[in-house]
């Protein structure tokens, strides 16, 4: 018997982890990306920690490995486009690309400017670098 995915996400980020917490009724779930081991474990709401930075999410497009190490791709915005034998069908249009590392400083000029293509391609320039996250 199939499972159906949660609704409602919420994405908690501290410096050492990502957590994604399933906030649907009676969801106890959260799953937990260690950001410098990559290590992703099953958790549940009290191993959030209250320092945690939180925001909703749609869900997790996947990780990517670019020049600067591993990033984790969110979906931050999402439209719906049609039912199919009743289940909903969502388009993903807005996404975050989320640096498992702290900070950039290890990278060079020109590795810098690769990543910001890298993270750009595609969107037609629409990307915004903060240093830790990246906004597409």
């Given at each position: ?17 990502f957590y994604v917490e399933a906030c649907d009724d009676g969801a106890d779930d ?40 591993n990033y984790l791709i969110v979906i931050t915005k999402k439209i719906k486009v ?55």
């Amino acid at each position: 018997m199939a499972t159906a995915a949660y609704e409602q996400l919420k994405l908690h980020i501290t410096p050492e982890k990502f957590y994604v917490e399933a906030c649907d009724d009676g969801a106890d779930d959260v799953l937990t990306i260690d950001r410098v081991s990559t290590e992703v474990t099953l958790a549940v709401k009290k191993d959030v920690p209250p320092s945690a930075v939180t925001r909703p999410i749609f869900g997790i497009l996947g990780t990517i490995h670019l020049v600067a190490g591993n990033y984790l791709i969110v979906i931050t915005k999402k439209i719906k486009v049609g039912e199919f034998f009743s289940h909903v069908v969502w388009k993903a249009t807005d996404f975050d690309v989320l640096s498992y590392k702290k900070t950039m400083l290890h990278l060079t000029d020109i590795q810098i400017q690769f990543l910001n293509y890298a993270i750009s391609y595609g969107e037609k320039g629409k990307q915004k670098c903060t240093g830790t996250q990246h906004q597409i």
